[in-house]
């Protein structure tokens, strides 16, 4: 699939698009009639990695340059998302999301791994380790967890977001839509490569996929999938004004997890802060093997 935004490359994001083909180029599977797009690096104990709403596997690049001298790094691209198929249904939920895991998953011979949510992604991760196959979960890493609007008491707000982002991307298009929204996904002090690249990674966006991630958004509910068997720890960025920090605390006590901010970062911490949320994640990783020795 040919994305128009690459013939925009700017400067800012020209090296990052060269590192991205070299270090963690895109695979595809065919699984069951639909093909499923993920990226790959490292070896070693696996870390499955779950995009938000407005991204995709390219948005992990950094993080999984930092990992892969420490674990078996995996990104896909959600249902929808860049060359995977979408879903069958309309409105799928995340239990659906979850099933085309499953399938990549047993396609690339993975039976544990850390799994690792980023916004929306947090709710397909919670929905997976929740279900039938959670004992291939050793830990749940969630990063500004995304909570959806699919309890009844948020009924109002759940019709308001629909609206919204549905009118946003009819009227505005990926491209200016990308425009307007990347800078509310960092933090005041996020550099211009920052910025570049969370705006490349949102205008490379299929509306059709886009779309069904706004169903999942605003009719499920990432608590439904609770409670969880496995360790979990739940991070934000301290300038995140969409999963908001006291959100994300309140989220990672329903959880019964653990919860930590990160410095200097918005929403979109793993392209503002690689370092940092690799650095976390290399523990968890750390975490996840003792446990398993225990």
């Given amino acids: 699939m040919s994305h128009a935004i690459d013939n925009l ?37 696996a870390v499955v ?40 249904a309309l409105a799928p939920d995340a239990s659906d999301y979850a099933e085309r895991l499953l399938q990549m998953l047993d396609a690339l011979g ?23 196959q959670q004992q291939r979960v050793s830990r749940l890493v969630l990063i500004s967890p995304a909570q959806g609007y699919g309890h009844p008491s948020r009924s109002e707000q759940r019709q308001q977001v629909r609206n919204k982002r549905l009118h946003a991307l009819e009227q505005l298009g990926l491209q200016q839509m990308a425009e307007q929204r990347s800078p ?3 933090s005041p002090a996020a550099s211009p490569q920052a910025l570049a690249w969370v705006r ?21 509910d990432l608590l439904r999938h609770a409670p969880l068997s496995m360790p979990c720890e739940v991070h934000c960025g301290e300038a995140d004004g969409i999963t908001t920090a006291e959100s ?27 370092c940092v949320v690799a650095g976390r994640l290399a523990f968890a990783i750390k975490e996840s093997l003792t446990g398993a020795s225990l």
């Fill in 49 to 88: 990695l779950l995009h938000g709403i407005g991204s995709g596997s390219a948005s992990w690049l950094q993080v999984a340059q930092e990992l892969g001298s420490k674990a078996r790094v995996i990104a896909w691209d959600a249902p929808g998302y860049g060359d995977s198929t979408p879903l069958r």
């Fill in 184 to 186: 509310y996904m960092l």
């Fill in 110 to 132: 993975i039976q544990r791994c850390v799994l690792v949510g980023h916004s929306l992604g947090a709710m397909t991760a919670v929905a997976f380790a929740s279900g039938v």
């Fill in 200 to 220: 490349w990674n949102m205008a490379r966006l299929n509306p059709e996929g886009y779309r069904q991630a706004i169903e999942l958004l605003c009719g499920d």
């Fill in 9 to 45: 490359a700017s400067p800012l994001t020209a090296d990052l698009q060269a590192r991205l083909a070299r270090n963690f180029p895109q695979r595809t599977l065919e699984l069951a009639g639909a093909r499923q797009a993920f990226r790959e690096c490292g070896s070693g104990p």
């Fill in 248 to 274: 994300c605390r309140i989220l990672a006590k329903s959880l019964g997890g653990t919860f930590a901010l990160i410095n200097d970062a918005g929403h979109a911490s793993p392209i503002e802060q690689p």
